[in-house]
């Protein structure tokens, strides 16, 4: 008999959160500390979303999606998580790139990049100077107008490899693309820039634990493989949940779940205005990805290489290429033994940016045929790094945007959410109906591990306030939480 996961739930919650990438889980955990009743429901067996991690024989454990994120990663989990979380981030040493215009190793900041682009590229330092201090000005407030494409052409006319050396990686951090507004690029780059690209030494198999802990000691009720197929609705309000076939009701919800699933799916479009339904139903999807998970045999090891390369073998960034089939760019994230100190073991994990409709609709033959031949032409290209690397694995898998959708139960597997359009859509959710909140990886900003933990602490504290001016009294805070300004957040919220 199968165990219910729900069977000792409290009667009533303040809030509930559905789903547990990193936005709803600190989301969780800053409702927690101010002393709120949260239930935080996770439909997978594992926490974390995109934000996880997974076992194989052999003694493998290959982290999910690309590895790095800005430093100021570090004060967002000293401020809303703990101090053990924040000292186990740690800053990467290399980051390579490989393409037919240009091969270099880079430790991805501000005077690096000044350096090569000046130096290598032959910019004037003024005119980096300017770009530079003009993506770090941007915030969300400012005119959404110009595009990414429009800002390159703006300080680097007809220079294809800057533009190349600027924008591939912000495209595997947020999928964002030339076309789509400036700020969605500037605000995620500059954050970058500051101190390079770090990563979370003891992988996401520790982070987890960790905030779970940190969750539990804060009264958060947890639950796996409990899956919420309806957001409860009265009086225009919530009312509560209903979550493997039992009600469970509260006074908030938050949603982590995907923007269009939340409105569509789980609370049901007759339940809000025609006018917002109509713009929500226009939210373009971000795309979706595809991995290649290769483990390396205990014993063997492999020489450093850098700890992220960006390889392609097109011959201009191309936003279209970058996400096809025919795959010409991917990036290796390398883990090495000391990513999870005390463990021998090398593993490296291949990304690409994907289409869905490029694998959803094939036939169960030509879906493996098509894994297959992914991992195939992986190997090929990494071997380029790794002579023999064949001869040192002895286990390979791969993951497509039907993958991610199964167990993310994003739409479309939707690595990044939606499109910036999307922002403001789950922004205004509250006004639709009163309690209930959205919180994940929307509007480009917000994806990637550091924008879904700061957008969490956003809506937690939206969240707070309207607890608190619906019931009358305020709540006793365990600790402060260090509540922000939903303004001083949204200025610096980034990928």
């Keep these: 008999m199968m165990r219910d996961r729900l069977q000792d739930t409290k009667s009533y919650y303040d809030?509930?959160?559905i789903g547990s990438g990193l936005a709803g889980l600190t989301a969780a955990n800053f409702l927690g500390r101010c002393g709120r009743s949260v239930l935080l429901l996770e439909q997978h067996y594992n926490l974390g979303g995109l934000a996880t991690w997974f076992k194989r024989k052999g003694g493998h454990i290959f982290d999910i999606s690309l590895h790095g994120f800005p430093a100021g990663m570090i004060k967002s989990c000293r401020k809303y998580w703990t101090k053990q979380i924040a000292d186990c981030i740690v800053q990467l040493k290399s980051i390579r790139f490989d393409n037919p215009q240009f091969q270099l190793e880079t430790t991805f900041d501000r005077d690096d990049f000044t350096r090569l682009i000046t130096r290598r590229f032959g910019i004037e330092p003024a005119v980096v100077q300017r770009f530079f201090d003009t993506a770090r000005a941007m915030n969300f407030y400012d005119d959404q107008a110009m595009t990414t494409g429009e800002l390159f052409e703006r300080f680097f006319p007809g220079r294809s490899d800057v533009v190349r050396l600027l924008m591939e990686p912000i495209t595997y951090a947020n999928g964002s693309t030339l076309n789509d507004p400036a700020i969605t690029y500037g605000i995620v780059f500059s954050n970058f820039m500051s101190k390079g690209v770090y990563i979370f030494q003891g992988g996401t198999d520790l982070l987890i634990r960790l905030m779970k802990a940190e969750l539990t000691s804060n009264g958060v009720d947890v639950r796996h493989s409990a899956a919420v197929d309806r957001v409860l609705t009265g009086n225009g309000r919530v009312t509560g949940v209903r979550a493997n076939g039992k009600v469970i009701p509260c006074g908030a919800v938050v949603s982590n779940a995907n923007l269009k699933t939340t409105i569509e799916r789980l609370v049901g479009c007759e339940h809000f205005g025609a006018e917002f339904v109509e713009k929500a139903g226009a939210v373009r999807l971000n795309n979706s990805s595809c991995q290649v998970y290769m483990g390396i045999r205990r014993g063997e090891s492999i020489d450093y290489i850098g700890d992220l390369i960006f390889t392609s073998v097109a011959g201009e960034f191309d936003s279209d290429k970058l996400c096809a089939k025919d795959v010409t760019s991917r990036t290796f994230s390398v883990y090495y033994?000391?990513?999870?100190?005390g463990s021998d073991r090398y593993a490296i994990v291949s990304s690409t940016n994907a289409n869905y409709e490029d694998?959803?609709?094939?036939?169960?033959?030509?879906?493996?045929?098509?894994?297959?031949?992914?991992?195939?032409?992986?190997?090929?290209?990494?071997?380029?790094y790794i002579p023999n690397v064949r001869k040192?694995?002895?286990?390979?898998?791969?993951?497509?945007?039907?993958?991610f959708e199964r167990y993310t139960g994003h739409v479309a597997g939707a690595t990044f959410g939606t499109k910036?359009?999307?922002?403001?859509?789950?922004?205004?959710?509250?006004?639709?109906?009163?309690?209930?909140?959205?919180?994940?990886?929307?509007?480009?900003?917000?994806?990637?591990?550091?924008?879904?933990?700061n957008y969490g602490v956003i809506v937690a504290n939206e969240v707070e306030s309207f607890l608190y001016a619906n019931s009358g009294t305020a709540t006793v805070r365990k600790r402060d939480p260090a509540g922000s300004r939903r303004e001083g957040e949204m200025e610096r919220v980034s990928s």
Excluded: C
């Design 392 to 403: 040192k694995l002895d286990h390979v898998e791969a993951a497509t945007p039907r993958t």
């Design 15 to 17: 809030v509930v959160v």
């Design 420 to 453: 910036f359009e999307g922002l403001e859509i789950s922004q205004t959710l509250p006004e639709q109906i009163g309690g209930l909140f959205h919180t994940g990886s929307v509007g480009i900003i917000m994806s990637g591990w550091l924008g879904t933990v």
């Design 337 to 341: 033994p000391n990513t999870r100190p």
């Design 359 to 384: 694998w959803a609709r094939l036939s169960e033959e030509e879906y493996e045929r098509d894994k297959a031949h992914l991992i195939e032409t992986t190997l090929a290209a990494l071997e380029k």
